[in-house]
């Protein structure tokens, strides 16, 4: 395939010009905004909902914002609690041979209703951390609060899901956003990491 193709309104460049692009790179002022141009289109940035049990990530690209796959965070059980698998979550994210240019992951709460849900949300945290340094991925904390006032503005307390959907179906109608083939409503979790990864592209990325 050559010439180039569209996707949502953006122009990809396909493999073969991708690679004749990285070969005759023009000279000059035009040399830094091509590299960008394939290195945006051959990367993605992922979006991480912290939680053992109702955690959830989604890899956007990070050239227009696409929605590239998403998934519940994997866990098992260790003893009698539930932790994140973190070679399964590895493995995911490796599956799509695009390197992350920014991993962003919620923060843990300040305040929980219960201690366990607070030490969960923080070791979950640790986890993703020491993944993404291990494997050399650049990340950052997200606040839970800063990114529903970036996504959502203002909202009636307790309805902070409610217009995480709305916002996440204005953005992405075409997704569901359901966590397995049997699922029957959307997963929030999914939606509060797209809306997270979307935050990333549309403050740092988009043209």
């Not at 289109?41 to 955690?55: E, K, R, T, Y």
Request: glycine share 8%; hydrophobic share 40%.
């Amino acid at each position: 395939m050559s010439g180039s193709y569209h996707r949502h309104g953006k122009r990809y460049l396909s493999y073969r010009d991708l690679i004749k692009a990285l070969i005759y790179l023009p000279r000059g002022r035009e040399t830094v905004s091509w590299l960008r141009l394939i290195s945006y289109q051959l990367s993605m940035i992922i979006g991480i909902d912290n939680g053992a049990c109702s955690g959830a990530a989604v890899a956007i690209s990070s050239w227009d914002g696409a929605v590239i796959g998403y998934t519940r965070l994997p866990s098992h059980k260790v003893g009698k609690k539930t932790e994140l698998d973190m070679i399964r979550f590895r493995d995911w994210v490796l599956d799509f041979k695009l390197p992350p240019v920014n991993i962003v992951i919620e923060e843990p709460l300040h305040h929980a209703p219960s201690s366990q849900s607070m030490r969960s949300m923080a070791m979950c945290y640790g986890q993703l951390i020491g993944l993404c340094t291990g494997m050399a991925w650049p990340w950052e904390g997200l606040p839970v609060r800063e990114w529903q006032r970036d996504m959502l503005g203002k909202f009636p307390k307790g309805m902070s899901k409610k217009y995480a959907l709305a916002k996440a179906k204005e953005l992405a109608p075409e997704e569901q956003w359901f966590a397995t083939a049997r699922s029957q409503k959307p997963h929030d979790g999914i939606v509060d990491a797209y809306l997270m990864a979307t935050r990333e592209y549309e403050q740092n990325y988009k043209n």
